[in-house]
């Protein structure tokens, strides 16, 4: 089985020949082969040849998105207006431009086509769709969760407080974030057709308690997945969520990409039956710096608890920015644990 065939059936919460491997991609991709990560934003022949040389060095792993429009994670507040900072080696950032909760009543829905970066991540999908080879397939939506981008908007700290001061505020720019969301999702669906896979990233329900998941997170979230019902939906949160395990599974995802702040045998125990799980090698720790025992240990001992009986796919706890050893070891681990049925001891 290829990598990609083997993070699909995992996905369906079976079995494939051995537990997948799967890593986040991301702009720094650009900064791992040197290239300056402005450049690779806004030139999609550069972007296109660096994802694929990512592929073409690692052929053991599927990537997370495949093949995509990758603008980091400003392209969705560039269309609100926030500025975006560019850097050699970083990933992209943005203002938040919502000063006050007040001000939220002034924001509309934007236009992909027309608003912010948003035509140049729909151009960008065109050229990548007309220009991928078939071995490789383009997974273009990438999306902000409803909390994630309304946090761009508004700032982190100002969001949180407002949860308490201004509850009313925060659902008018939860609603508009999700249905920005939304449209952006049809649009990238209408430049070439429908994609296979809908990949959404938002930390914050992991800062919040449960009482306010349920009020202001779970709703949102719900209301983007339903709106995609034959995608694969993959869920990605670096922050732990013990906490809102259950409410997490029920929005609708089928792949979490869960922090290393969980405990992986307590979340395989509790959702492991509904959720295919895609985790838990710490990122910033033992995957960034480890010796190879530590990282191959490490890996051995995830597949032990979360493989058996499928439904897992091998990865980090959050966004992979490892050296390339470390993806080594891990490609070799999986192949040397991972064959099912799975019998460690």
């Given amino acids: 089985m290829t990598p990609r065939e083997r993070f699909m059936v995992a996905a369906k919460l079976e079995e494939p020949d051995q537990v997948p491997v799967a890593f986040l991609r991301s702009t720094y991709d650009a900064a791992r082969i040197n290239l300056n990560v402005k450049d690779y934003i806004f030139d999609y022949k550069k972007k296109l040849n660096a994802q694929i040389r990512l592929h073409e060095r690692f052929p053991g792993c599927a990537f997370v998105p495949g093949v995509n429009p990758d603008f980091g ?14 850097y050699e ?18 924001l509309k829905v934007p236009d992909p086509y027309r608003d912010g970066l948003l035509p140049k991540v729909l151009e960008a999908y065109k ?11 383009v997974d273009p939506q990438a999306i902000r969760g409803p909390l994630d981008l309304a946090t761009e908007l508004r700032g982190v700290g100002p969001l949180l407080s407002d949860m308490y001061r201004n509850p009313e505020y925060v659902h008018r720019l939860l609603d508009i974030a999700t249905q920005a969301e939304i449209e952006f999702v049809k649009a990238m669906d209408e430049v070439v057709g429908e994609s296979e896979i809908l990949f959404m990233c938002d930390d914050i329900p992991g800062l919040i308690s449960p009482k306010f998941f349920e009020e202001f997170g779970f709703p949102y979230m719900k209301k983007i997945f339903d709106a995609f019902s034959k995608k694969l939906k993959i869920y990605h949160n670096c922050k732990g969520s ?18 290393f702040e969980n405990d992986t045998t307590e979340t395989k125990r509790r959702i492991g039956r509904r959720v295919c799980l895609m985790g838990n090698v710490e990122p910033i720790g033992i995957f960034l710096k480890g010796p190879r025992k530590e990282i191959e240990e490490t890996c051995r001992e995830q597949i032990k608890v979360a493989g058996p009986n499928g439904g897992y796919v091998l990865s980090v706890g959050g966004a992979c920015y490892g050296p390339d050893q470390s993806m080594d070891i891990m490609i070799d681990a999986a192949s040397k644990y991972g064959r099912y049925p799975i019998n460690i001891e």
């Fill in 127 to 137: 050229y990548l769709s007309e220009h991928t080879p078939p071995t490789y397939g």
């Fill in 242 to 259: 013990m906490h809102i395990l259950e409410r997490l599974a029920d929005t609708g995802f089928q792949v979490f990409n869960f922090s």
């Fill in 73 to 86: 994670i400003v392209a969705e507040a560039s269309a609100f207006g926030s500025e975006v900072f560019y």
């Fill in 89 to 106: 080696n970083e990933p992209p950032m943005c203002t938040p431009v919502v000063k006050s909760a007040e001000a939220i009543d002034n």
